[in-house]
């Protein structure tokens, strides 16, 4: 194979590697903000949860009259 010809396949090559590997990180980071985000909404919910939960209370003093 001519060298020229074979330097430019090699140039082609190498561009579609560099985008795919362009498309495969911002969906890895797009799958990590998704991931992120659920994480956190279920930590709300926790937490929402924990808040409203009816807590034990000491009992009232009885007044004295």
Not at 15 to 44: I, K, N, P, S, T
């Amino acid at each position: 194979m001519h060298p020229e010809a074979q330097l430019a396949l090699h140039h082609a090559r190498a561009a579609e590697l560099r985008a795919e590997a362009d498309a495969y990180r911002l969906a890895a980071v797009a799958r990590h903000h998704r991931d992120l985000r659920a994480r956190l909404g279920w930590v709300l919910v926790e937490v929402g949860l924990r808040l409203t939960a009816a807590t034990k209370t000491a009992p009232a003093v009885p007044s004295m009259r």
